[in-house]
């Protein structure tokens, strides 16, 4: 199992990025997938996670309004798209898969497999 994150970088408060997830090393329909970030000293922290069987998706508050998650099976990718990006954005973003679905969403504890991260900064 292979999860491997790209599209951090640096934006201004307000602009937008997209992060994409490359799945590899399992059947991609069968996993559901989230986002997740961290800043030093504080807790991974999910942000919105996507049931491939059955679509389903949930957003953290943080998130709602301003983030999409989407999975594109042909591709095995999952994307992140970030709009309205604010400073305290500011964190690396992981990627995480479950097998079906996750016993509770947005809970680091029900992932099993993670990408490395991939930085995201927002200027203000």
């Known amino acids: 199992v292979q999860l491997v994150e790209s599209g951090g970088g640096l934006v201004q408060s307000g602009g937008s990025l997209t992060l994409s997830c490359a799945a590899s090393?399992?059947?991609?329909?069968?996993?559901?997938f989230a986002w997740f970030r961290q800043v030093p000293g504080k807790e991974r922290e999910g942000v919105a996670d996507?049931?491939?069987?059955?679509?389903?998706?949930n957003y953290a508050e943080s998130a709602k309004g301003r983030f999409t998650i989407s999975s594109d099976n042909a591709k095995n990718t999952v994307t992140l798209r970030m709009d309205r990006l604010k400073p305290e954005d500011t964190a690396v973003y992981y990627c995480a898969a479950e097998y079906l679905w996750p016993d509770f969403p947005l809970a680091a504890d029900s992932y099993d497999y993670w990408g490395q991260g991939t930085q995201v900064t927002v200027s203000s």
């Open positions: 090393g399992f059947t991609f329909d069968d996993f559901a």
């Open positions: 996507i049931v491939n069987r059955d679509g389903r998706t």
